[in-house]
Every structure is written in structure tokens, then in C-alpha cells.
């Protein structure tokens, strides 16, 4: 019974958590100079980087939805994590062999070589990125209560910083000339190939995350019957019933996908418009602080290599203009490897602080401190006062790993606080579909509500245990394997799942995460080729975080903030 211990749990779900960070870490120090290298154009190379934030604004709320409402005996998570995971692995082929697969197909591979790296990096950042929606989500549905949310959210960032430290300390070693280069390649491919080798075995780590699962089952038997004596095998009929309905339903679920294909637009507007406000708040802070974090996560290598030791990235290999862009995007790796290390530290004491001096005081005191910060590294031109600085912003990216995640899940939690117009929503659309059910009152005995933060509740309540024995005639059917059929016949799994679950409110706030990273990558580029000077990657990143302190000031924190801003 070792993997259904708690603690055990959390570390499966976040070993994933982990892979994935050090895949993206190492993407997000190796990829731009690999870009560049080909002959990509500054401001090109800048628009590569936002395909796969693009990609994930348009499909994240519709997979966090679908994810919501999904149903199977692995859970709710776990199909969604492993087709994205499919896809990081994929991307981890395509880039290292973008040479080779070019030069399969065409006389002049360059062209191609360029769109096949192009497509590896999208699916790559695509992937990775949006996976850690329903992560997130499953993390949410495994420790629920406020105090324990924010306890599994620490060990997440915690998580996220370790992959980002082995992320950003990879790509500066030398693969090229160790033991494992005669047999995976040269320094693209050893590397590439080591990330898979480790991402792979961090997926594998979540085929024995059991909880899920388990949730999955209360839908279906609901707490009174775990408690209740074993009951005699269905008949014969029953169990033809629910293969012909199972059937049924996979059927409706193709057409159901078709349907949403057509509709892919309409479903977007309402799923970005149907905001509730204490969200909606907590999005437009989360937006504005990561478009800060991320124009300098994303540029900082580059703007050590050139704007600290004035390198040359399209300079010939073995050149000193060459020699000292390549040193700066090594130092840059440094930096933000020590941002992951003071990631790390915050991220064990987050719980401490946010208990000492409260979420409203450590929130708003990470938001100030970035642009401070990126105000240093625009004035200074001391390597070790960047560095330092750099290392410093760690602050900035635990709180933002954790904070807003335990907000959303608090707000889910204490729904009739936070979320009452939801809430009245939620109860007009499970009257509505008891109507529908109405015939199958006699057989279904009681049903219950979802769960306040949004997950799926069981369908018979504990008085369905003690009640009396029902006749011989409706033995067949009673708490039997035909209560399922029925549901699956009429189309009641709609009415078990809520319309809006925490998943798609985690999703919402990755969005946040994802935009932020489209912005700096259209047009940064543009910025920096009009100003001459790659400093205004980090004044720009400062002019974030001066918005970011406004908006961070708006976000609802306790119940008290309801009135104040008269969410």
C-alpha cells in the first residue's frame, strides 16, 4: 500500500511535475541560439517562441473543460496528461534530428531543416506548457482542504524550480566530448536524448497515481456502497444493457467532439467570457506579473551574451565575438539556474510565510520586488550585480507557482463566498437535469451535489444503505450495474460533472502564463532591432512589473475583499 500513501502520491504526481520543467528549462536556454545558428533572424526567432503559447491559449480552456467532464478508469487527468506527454516526446526527436529528417526528404535541406526545428520547438513548448493544466488540476483533486492545497502547491513549485535548476545546468555542460557521446551523438543529440531518457521516466511514475482513479469509482458506487455488504453478480441482462449503452455512449462522445470541431470559436468566447469576476481579478494580476518574469526569462541569456559581453551571435565559430556571446549565454544559464535555487528555497518556506504574514503581504511584496530588480539589471553592467540580481527574481516565480493556485482552489472551496452567482447557475442546471431524469426516480435513489471545489460527487447518499430492502421485482436493477446503464442511456454523466470545474479555472490562469509569453515573443524582437540595444528586453520587463503592482493590488484575497471591491 506504499503508493496510496498521501505523501507518496504528491511526489508521483509532481515527479511529472519535474520532467516536464527540465525539459522546457533546457528548450528555453538551447532553443534560441539553435535558431540562430541556422540563420533565423532576431526578430523571427522571438515569433518561433510564441507558436506554442499561441497554440495554448485556443486549446487550454478547451482541454481544461473536457478534462472536467471526462470520465474513464484511469480518471479524469491522466488520459489528457499522457497525449500531451506523447507530444513532448515526440519533440524531443524532432529537434536534435532536424538535420537528418530534412535530408530525407529534399535536395536542399536547409528550408527544411528550419521548418522541422520550428515544428519541434511548438510541440514542444505547446505540450509541455499546457500539460501542467490538468496537473494542476489533479494535484487540486487529490488535497482539496485550503491548508493542505497550499502545502501541495509548494512541493509543485518546489518541483518546478529542481527541474528548472537540472534544466538550466544541462545545456552548459559539455556533452559533446563525455563517455556518452560515442553512443547518442554529439551535443544536440546526448542532450535530447538524455531529456527523454528522464522525462520518460517520469510519466511512467504517474501510472501508479491511484487517486484519481478512485474518484472516478465514487462516481459510479458512491461511499454508501463501499461500506455496504458485497451484493450478488448482476444478471446476464444487466450486463448486455450496459454494454449496449457503453457503446451508445462512445458513439454520442464522437459526435459530441465533431460537434465541438464546428463550434470551436463560439465555445472559446464563452468559456473566456463566462469569467466569474474573483478570477477574472486574479488573471489580469497573474498576466501582467508573468509578462514581466517571462521577457526576462526568455531574453536573459541573450542579453548577457550581447549586451553584457558584447558577443555576436552570427559570428563564425571561433571567433572572439563568437567566444564572448557564447561565454555570456553560459553565464546566462548561471543566473537563471540560481533563480531556481532561490525558487527552491522560497518554495519549502512559502507555507511559513504566507502563515507568518498572510498571502495578501507575501503576493504583493514578490509582485514589487521583480521590477526593482530589473531595474538594477538595466542600470548595471557588473556581471555579478545581474547575476545576483537575476538569482534574486527566484521570489517572484515561487509565489507566482504557488499563491494564485491555492487562491483559485480556495475560491472553489468556499464557493458560496466567491463564487455565489456560480453557485445559483449550478443549481438551476442540476434541477433542470433531475427533470430529465425524473422517470428514474424510482431506481436512483438520491443523487448529490458536486463537491463545492468543483469535483464530481457520488450518486447515492448514505441513506441509500439503510433503506429498505426493495421488491423482488426491481432487485435486478436496484444499486446494481443497471443504475449505470440508465445514466449512460439518458445522458446523466452531464448532471454528475458541474458545468465548470476547477480545471477550467486553473486553465484560465495558465492562459495568463501562455499569453504572457506570446506578447515578448511578437514583439520584443521588433523592440530591441529599433532601439539598438538589447537593455530594452529588461527595461520592458520592469514596465511590466510597474503594472503588475497596480492590478496585484485589486486581486480578492479573503471574504473581506468581496465587499471592498464589490466583486
Request: proline residues 5%.
Amino acid at each position: 500500500m506504499l503508493f496510496h500513501n498521501r505523501k507518496t502520491q504528491l511526489l508521483l504526481v509532481n515527479s511529472l511535475t519535474f520532467g516536464l520543467e527540465v525539459c522546457l528549462a533546457a528548450g528555453i536556454t538551447y532553443v534560441p541560439p539553435l535558431l540562430l545558428e541556422v540563420g533565423v533572424e532576431e526578430k523571427f526567432m522571438t515569433m518561433v517562441l510564441g507558436i506554442g503559447p499561441v497554440l495554448g491559449l485556443v486549446f487550454v480552456p478547451l482541454i481544461g473543460s473536457a478534462s472536467d467532464h471526462w470520465q474513464s478508469s484511469y480518471g479524469r487527468r491522466r488520459p489528457f496528461i499522457w497525449m500531451l506527454c506523447l507530444g513532448v516526446l515526440l519533440s524531443l526527436f524532432v529537434i536534435p534530428h532536424a538535420s537528418s529528417l530534412a535530408s530525407l526528404f529534399a535536395l536542399n535541406p536547409r528550408p527544411l531543416e528550419i521548418a522541422f526545428l520550428i515544428l519541434g520547438i511548438g510541440l514542444l513548448d505547446f505540450c509541455g506548457q499546457v500539460c501542467f493544466t490538468p496537473l494542476e488540476a489533479l494535484l487540486s483533486d487529490l488535497f482539496q482542504e485550503p491548508d493542505n492545497c497550499r502545502q501541495a502547491f509548494s512541493m509543485y513549485a518546489f518541483m518546478i524550480s529542481l527541474g528548472g535548476c537540472i534544466g538550466y545546468l544541462l545545456p552548459a555542460i559539455d556533452w559533446g566530448g563525455s563517455f556518452l557521446a560515442p553512443y547518442l551523438g554529439g551535443q544536440e543529440t546526448c542532450l535530447f536524448s538524455l531529456l527523454a531518457v528522464i522525462f520518460l521516466g517520469c510519466v511512467l511514475a504517474t501510472l501508479f497515481v491511484t487517486e484519481d482513479a478512485a474518484t472516478q469509482a465514487d462516481v459510479l458506487d458512491g461511499p454508501a456502497l463501499k461500506d455496504a455488504p458485497p451484493k450478488p453478480s448482476p444478471p446476464t441482462c444487466c450486463s448486455c444493457q450496459l454494454s449496449r449503452s457503453s457503446c451508445l455512449l462512445h458513439a454520442r462522445h464522437i459526435l459530441q467532439a465533431l460537434r465541438n470541431l464546428c463550434t470551436l470559436v463560439p465555445r472559446l468566447h464563452g468559456l473566456y467570457c463566462r469569467i466569474p469576476k474573483v478570477i477574472r481579478r486574479l488573471f489580469v494580476a497573474e498576466l501582467c506579473s508573468w509578462m514581466a518574469l517571462m521577457t526576462f526569462m526568455l531574453f536573459y541569456t541573450d542579453f548577457v551574451g550581447e549586451g553584457l559581453y558584447h558577443g555576436v551571435p552570427r559570428a563564425k565559430p571561433g571567433t572572439d565575438a563568437r567566444r564572448h556571446y557564447d561565454e555570456g549565454v553560459r553565464m546566462g544559464s548561471l543566473g537563471l539556474f540560481l533563480q531556481c535555487v532561490t525558487s527552491i528555497f522560497f518554495s519549502t518556506i512559502m507555507d511559513r510565510l504566507v502563515k507568518q504574514f498572510g498571502t495578501r503581504t507575501v503576493y504583493l511584496a514578490s509582485v514589487v520586488f521583480f521590477p526593482a530588480a530589473a531595474f538594477v539589471m538595466c542600470l548595471s553592467h557588473s556581471v555579478i550585480v545581474v547575476t545576483v540580481s537575476a538569482a534574486l527574481t527566484g521570489f517572484t516565480f515561487s509565489a507566482l507557482q504557488i499563491l494564485p493556485y491555492t487562491l483559485a482552489s480556495l475560491y472553489h472551496h468556499e464557493k458560496q463566498v466567491f463564487l455565489h452567482k456560480y453557485k445559483s447557475k449550478e443549481e438551476e442546471d442540476t434541477a433542470r437535469m433531475d427533470k430529465k431524469s425524473a422517470f428514474s426516480k424510482g431506481l436512483l435513489s438520491s443523487q448529490k451535489l458536486p463537491y463545492q471545489n468543483g469535483h464530481t460527487g457520488s450518486l447515492f447518499s448514505s441513506s441509500s444503505s439503510s433503506s429498505s430492502p426493495p421488491a423482488a421485482g426491481s432487485a435486478l436493477c436496484v444499486s446494481s450495474s443497471c443504475d449505470v446503464s440508465l445514466m449512460m442511456m439518458v445522458g446523466e454523466p452531464d448532471s454528475v460533472a458541474p458545468g465548470r470545474g476547477i480545471c477550467l479555472d486553473l486553465a484560465i490562469l495558465d492562459s495568463a502564463f501562455l499569453l504572457s509569453q506570446v506578447v515578448p515573443s511578437l514583439f520584443m524582437g521588433s523592440i530591441v532591432q529599433f532601439t539598438q540595444s538589447v537593455t530594452a528586453y529588461m527595461v520592458s520587463a520592469a514596465g511590466f512589473g510597474l503594472v503588475a503592482i497596480y492590478f496585484a493590488t485589486k486581486v480578492v484575497f479573503d471574504k473581506s475583499d468581496m465587499a471592498k471591491y464589490s466583486v
